[in-house]
Nanobody
Framework: QLQLVESGGGLAQPGGSLGLSCKAS????????LGWYRQAPGKQRELVAR???????NYADSVKGRFTISRDTAIHTVYLQMNSLKPEDTAVYYC???????????WGLGTQVTVSS
């Protein structure tokens, strides 16, 4: 079965950095689009960044210039490098993937990111 597994979450100081990874397993077919979502307590899940198989990226306005998404299609892994972290970045970060033209979304279980002094 296809699974997405996140890693790299943890505690960071404001202004610090964290790097997240998400690896897809259980398939030899690369997901067309991979992305990161986050959900803070009391808020809806929101898109943070996404990347296509061609390397095109999109970012939420709140993270532009601070976060960078990348992928290694050969090993079915997507990364999120988070710099200049702010307390408002605190959330559970979820990996997401899907195939173009298919409505089914695959989700990881999430990894906690906490930014606090």
């Amino acid at each position: 079965q296809l699974q997405l597994v996140e890693s790299g979450g943890g505690l960071a100081q404001p202004g610090g950095s964290l790097g997240l990874s998400c690896k897809a397993s259980g398939t030899l077919v690369a997901l067309s689009v991979l992305g990161w979502y986050r959900q803070a307590p009391g808020k809806q899940r929101e898109l943070v960044a996404r990347i296509t198989s061609d390397g095109h990226t999109n970012y939420a306005d709140s993270v532009k210039g601070r976060f960078t998404i990348s992928r290694d299609t050969a090993i079915h892994t997507v990364y999120l490098q988070m710099n200049s972290l702010k307390p408002e970045d605190t959330a559970v970060y979820y990996c997401n993937g899907h195939y173009v033209g298919n409505t089914y979304n695959y989700w990881g279980l999430g990894t906690q990111v906490t930014v606090s002094s």
